[in-house]
């Protein structure tokens, strides 16, 4: 699809890192962000030529099965509470509204096996992971991309989610993407299979390991998982238990303040010029790392530590140092492998070109209107900018569980 005229007036193109910027500004440029990150993906499946289109990087030929769901399910994961807001007669509103049109195109043609894009949602073991992160899109904006479908539309998407379930998930986060799915059918259809949901809740209780943080199986991982992943399907799956009045839905206040203060570990990460400290496995998600921080301010939850101005502050460094890092895209706009540029010695075996739209994840906090305190309050400094800049502040201190106090 073509970029409307009105996006190339209204928004400015990327400009170095200011020490400073509005709120406006600041939503301004991530929306921007978004659309330079997503249009690749969304305009070439609403248009039927995702396949054709997206480019695999060298030593990932072994991924092309898997790539193009991965890209879909990954850029939906992160955008969807910004379609969320529908459309409106703002210039962003208008842009959101060729966005949803997108979505809900690119959707169709994904599950419809009649589509030249028809995607893959049943070879080992790989659909799994972004069918889940599918159904979390479809959670996060009904209305947008669900509702409007005709039914047999709608059957086509259920079938593809149910299609996952011969894909048995390992002991680790993987559990959560079963009960993902399994949770998105619950809401739509009113019918799933429980056990993946509570064989995952229940392991992911036994294998919390305190302070917010949870293990990924029974050990411990230096990495993201946590934001990727966890926390984000567990309140997720969580919201899904309480709107069916499940028992499990009891987890959902504690699983919260795990949430809230691993969020505030994520804003105390950013350092005073918006960098983070690139670790462990999946380093080339980018700010997709910081999915719980966006996610609590999406959700109005930031722990008392953290003002929505400064976590708007962190975000927006942390999304600029790491997209206008020369050679994060390719000539034709498609992101390539990295944490910081183009640095294919950090990608992963699994990780293909589609696996980097994992970043949109980041961007959730675009679900607020722009008229949310988050967005309209003055900037503030962030933890590690008040820090370095000599501030006395308050000292940080572990998170107790209710159960533990």
């Known amino acids: 699809m073509r970029r409307p005229l009105l996006f190339l007036l209204f928004f400015p193109l990327i400009t170095p890192l200011r020490a400073q910027q509005t709120g406006p500004q600041d939503r301004i440029y991530t929306v921007k962000a978004l659309d330079r990150i997503a249009r690749p993906v969304l305009s070439a499946l609403a248009a039927g030529e995702l396949k054709k289109a997206l480019p695999l990087g060298p030593g990932e030929e072994d991924r092309r099965k898997f790539t193009h769901l991965e890209a879909f399910g990954r850029t939906m994961v992160g955008i969807a509470p910004w379609l969320a807001l529908g459309p409106d007669n703002t210039p962003e509103g208008k842009l959101r509204a060729d966005y949803i049109a997108m979505s809900r195109k690119a959707l169709i ?3 419809d096996s009649a589509s030249p894009d028809h995607l893959d949602f ?19 904006a009904p209305d947008q991309l669900w ?7 709608q059957a086509n998407v259920i079938a593809a989610l149910k299609e996952t379930r011969k894909i048995k998930p390992g002991e680790s986060n993987w559990l959560l ?5 399994e949770a998105a059918i619950w809401h739509f259809t009113g019918e799933c299979e429980m056990r993946p949901i509570t064989y995952a809740l229940e392991k992911h209780q036994q294998w919390y390991l305190g302070d917010g943080t949870y293990g990924d199986g029974p050990q ?3 990495d993201y998982y946590n934001s990727y992943v966890i926390q984000p399907a567990l309140i997720a799956v969580l919201e899904v238990c309480k709107e069916k009045s499940d028992p499990n839905a009891k987890l959902l206040p504690a699983t919260i303040g795990r949430a809230q203060r691993y969020a ?16 462990g496995r999946s380093s080339s998600y980018r700010f997709g790392a910081f999915q719980v921080l966006s996610l609590m301010a999406l959700r109005h939850e930031l722990p008392k530590e953290v003002s929505p101005a400064a976590a708007r502050g962190a975000l927006t460094a942390v999304i600029r140092r790491t997209l206008e890092a020369p ?21 992963d075996g699994y990780v293909s070109t589609g696996s980097l739209y994992m970043c949109t994840a980041g961007l959730l906090h675009l679900g607020l209107p722009a008229n949310d305190p988050f967005w309209t309050a003055p900037a503030e400094p962030w933890t590690q900018k008040r820090i370095w800049a000599g501030q006395d502040i308050p000292g940080d201190h572990h998170y107790a569980d209710p159960k533990e106090r």
């Open 109 to 111: 043609n994904a599950t």
């Open 122 to 140: 049943t070879t080992p073991s790989q659909p799994l992971v972004d069918t889940a992160f599918l159904a979390l899109a479809l959670l996060r």
């Open 147 to 153: 509702k409007p479908l005709t039914p047999a539309q």
């Open 177 to 181: 993407f079963s009960a993902s799915v």
């Open 220 to 222: 411990f991982h230096w």
């Open 264 to 279: 505030e570990v994520q804003e105390r990460m950013v350092s005073p010029e918006g960098t983070y400290p690139v670790i």
């Open 327 to 347: 050679g994060t895209f390719d000539a034709k706009g498609w992101l390539r492998a990295g944490a910081v540029g183009y640095q294919p010695g950090i990608r």
